[in-house]
């Protein structure tokens, strides 16, 4: 079965950084491309970043520039590292590969 479990959201201020993390087991890592989404109160689920198995990456406009997706394909392991958090950026953050979600991390910056 299919497993993503993410880790690194909590509280921090504007400017701040945070790092997380998703874990996956149950599936041929290094062939598949990962995705972050993120869901703020009260709206939709919002594409963030994706990865794809040879490296490539895209992100969306409002993260472009303070968000940067890596993964590490010995550690089964996708990152998302967050620079320079806006209140805006608030929200709880989920990894995706194909129709596997993980059960989401939340990521809350104060002004």
């Known amino acids: 079965q299919v497993q993503l479990v993410e880790t690194g959201g909590g509280l921090v201020q504007a400017g701040g950084s945070l790092r997380l993390s998703c874990v996956a087991s149950?599936?041929?890592?290094?062939?598949?491309?990962f995705a972050w989404y993120r869901q703020a109160p009260g709206k939709s689920r919002e594409f963030v970043a994706s990865i794809g198995s040879r490296g490539s990456r895209s992100y969306n406009d409002p993260v472009k520039g303070r968000f940067t997706i890596s993964r590490d394909n010995a550690k089964n392991t996708v990152y998302l590292q967050m620079n320079s958090l806006k209140t805006e950026d608030t929200a709880v953050y989920y990894c995706?590969?194909?129709?596997?979600w993980g059960q989401g991390t939340q990521v809350t910056v104060s002004s």
């Open positions: 149950g599936i041929p890592f290094s062939i598949n491309a």
């Open positions: 995706q590969q194909g129709a596997t």
